[in-house]
């Protein structure tokens, strides 16, 4: 027997047609990561029965479910890539004409962690994951960071591929920056802006829908659809803090990428500023 090893493990994804079910046959899309915490979960509650023993009677699963979060450094995806289709779960929306928009319609995923032990390995199958939240970090000098979190249904542990499955490699484009493959950061009413740091974050808000008569979710209720961030911005002006302390509406745009048909654009086309410092 081979002890697991994380730096081993393959991560794949593939759409749901229907939430909850792997669909037959999976094709699954390879996904590149830094690091996760996904895992099938089960809530227990503790018997209050008194015993003259005293001693617990006993500890009842009452729920299952699945979650965590992936960590990924941007790298472009594509079409028919694991990042675009966990990055159309997480916006409630599918990829048209190359825009991504959020929307209403869940986009559920099946997703698998396989870890390498020897001549059996191990499959953890999560099902009906549905994107809760998105974040992006750009730091000057550093890599382009993100994460991707996900709540889903439950699922299995196996120790063999889904019969008939196979595996599509993950694209291998270049881990972008935030020198070269960052460009275009626009705020109206601001120029030029320097920017020593921008983080963005999505959530959905999503809640998990439990019923009487089964320890698994009937469903996955979407909350609003909520974006914040910050910037670190070097002063140079007091147009900045005119739009925060003036409560004005403004927009942000910036592009990840160098290659020209391998980028991603984020646009916010409404937002406000609702706090500001400056300190010597």
């Known amino acids: 027997m081979t002890i697991a090893s994380g730096s081993t493990t393959r991560l794949a994804v593939i759409k749901e047609a229907t939430w909850g079910t792997t669909p037959t046959t999976p094709v699954w899309l390879v996904a590149r990561m830094t690091g996760e915490s996904l895992n099938l979960t089960k809530q227990f509650i503790t018997s209050n029965e008194i015993q003259s023993d005293r001693n ?32 159309e779960s997480v916006m409630w929306a599918t990829w048209s004409t190359d825009v991504l928009k959020n929307g209403t319609s869940q986009q559920p995923l099946s997703i698998e962690k ?31 960071t993100g994460s991707i979190g996900f709540i889903g249904k439950g699922g299995s542990y196996d120790s063999a591929i889904v019969t008939g499955a196979t595996y599509t490699a993950a694209p291998t484009g270049a881990v972008m920056d935030a ?48 974006v914040s961030g910050t910037m670190e911005v070097y002063l140079e002006d007091k147009a900045l803090l005119d739009l925060y302390f003036n409560s004005t509406a403004a927009d942000l745009t910036f592009t990840i990428g160098s290659v020209t048909t391998e980028k991603y654009t984020f646009s916010i086309p409404t937002l406000k500023f609702v706090s500001a410092e400056v300190v010597a």
Do not use: H
């Open 56 to 87: 617990v009677r006993d500890a009842i699963g009452v729920g299952k479910g699945a979650g965590g979060d992936i960590q990924i450094e941007w790298a472009y995806g594509g079409s028919g890539s694991a990042l675009d289709a966990m990055l």
């Open 114 to 144: 396989t870890f390498e032990t020897g001549a059996t390995d191990v499959f953890c199958r999560m099902t009906g994951m549905v994107g809760n939240t998105l974040s992006l970090t750009a730091s000057a000098r550093q890599i382009l």
């Open 179 to 226: 020198a070269a493959n960052f460009a275009s950061l626009s705020v109206t009413g601001l120029t030029s802006p320097k920017i020593r740091t921008v983080t963005l974050n999505a959530t959905n808000n999503l809640r998990e829908q439990a019923v009487v008569g089964s320890d698994e979710l009937a469903g996955i209720g979407a909350g609003r659809f909520e």
